[in-house]
């Protein structure tokens, strides 16, 4: 019989010394500790595998799963792969639930049984997260405005049943938010919910890339082209990212990584069922607002769920 709170996170990762002790020593605080965290290093170079070792020595539910040196810190299909390499170390059954982690957070102590709490009175939830925040220049705490329909794809908590009932997550950019829509079309629940014990410190906020910050945000472009986003949807998202820095170019910058791909005909999920879907709730969502949306989508969708 499986523990009905046994959890195990897996974290790719690739030179995260700057943050990652943060990380590890918030979940090492959790109220409810993992049943295992299998950290996947992905060829780091910096001080990452001496960290990890020396985590590992002292906390036996810790593994370290290295991976070979693609040459490079690889965003969207890299990270899920990397994901999958240590997916494929474990065996699902073993556990209740699963979470996709990344090591730049820093957690509050009960995060994980806040979430596990709230799946458990709403066995619909397939996936959820709390919510993201960043520290600004003058020390303040600035929400990554990540909406309620959305769990967050550096912490993304999941019911076993459900990760294997969707086929896990795409190989490509948008991955984390193509298995909200596909939860929510097979009738399950995708969340996110922004209460104080459920407020985490992203270190490196979100949006922002190796090679800089508008590069991410055309990266976000092409990730919304590629999951069937429609351009009136893309449009009003990209206005709404104008409000936050850097103000007007990051939004111009998502247009502009959505243009790019529209116009050299790039490859998009090959799902049509599901693109279809994301666009009936787009533009849904336009209408009446993503609540109450969402709302209908639950209710009219709820007898496909499997449970």
Not at 188 to 209: C, I, Q, T, Y
Request: glycine share 10%; net charge neutral; hydrophobic share 40%.
């Amino acid at each position: 019989m499986v523990d009905p709170r046994a959890y195990v996170l897996i974290s790719p990762c690739r030179n995260e010394a700057e943050y990652m002790c943060r990380t590890l020593d918030s979940v090492v605080a959790q109220t409810v500790r993992p049943t295992l965290w299998v950290i996947v290093d992905d060829g780091s170079s910096d001080a990452t595998p001496q960290i990890l070792a020396d985590y590992a020595a002292r906390h036996d539910w810790i593994r370290v799963v290295p991976k070979p040196d693609r040459g490079q810190r690889a965003v969207g299909p890299g990270v899920i792969e990397a994901f999958y390499y240590g997916y494929d170390t474990i065996n699902p059954p073993d556990f209740s639930y699963l979470c996709k982690l990344d090591l730049d957070l820093d957690l509050p102590q009960g995060y994980f049984e806040g979430l596990m709490e709230r799946m458990e009175v709403d066995p619909r939830i397939a996936s959820c997260s709390g919510k993201a925040y960043f520290e600004d220049e003058k020390g303040n705490m600035v929400s990554e405005n990540i909406s309620d329909d959305m769990s967050l794809g550096m912490t993304k908590f999941y019911r076993v049943s459900a990760f294997e009932a969707l086929g896990g997550f795409v190989r490509e950019v948008m991955w984390d938010g193509i298995d909200c829509h596909k939860a929510r079309m097979m009738g399950w629940k995708a969340v996110s919910w922004d209460v104080p014990e459920l407020r985490f410190n992203h270190l490196r906020p979100m949006g922002s890339s190796q090679a800089g910050i508008f590069t991410g945000r055309r990266r976000h472009g092409f990730g919304q082209y590629y999951m069937g986003t429609g351009p009136l949807f893309l449009t009003a998202s990209a206005v709404n990212k104008m409000r936050q820095k850097p103000y007007v170019l990051g939004g111009l910058a998502i247009i502009q990584g959505y243009l790019a791909a529209l116009l050299r005909g790039a490859e998009r999920h090959g799902d049509q069922e599901l693109r279809a879907f994301i666009r009936r709730y787009q533009m849904r969502a336009l209408m009446i607002g993503k609540t109450r949306a969402v709302a209908e989508i639950e209710k009219e969708r709820a007898a496909l769920w499997p449970g």
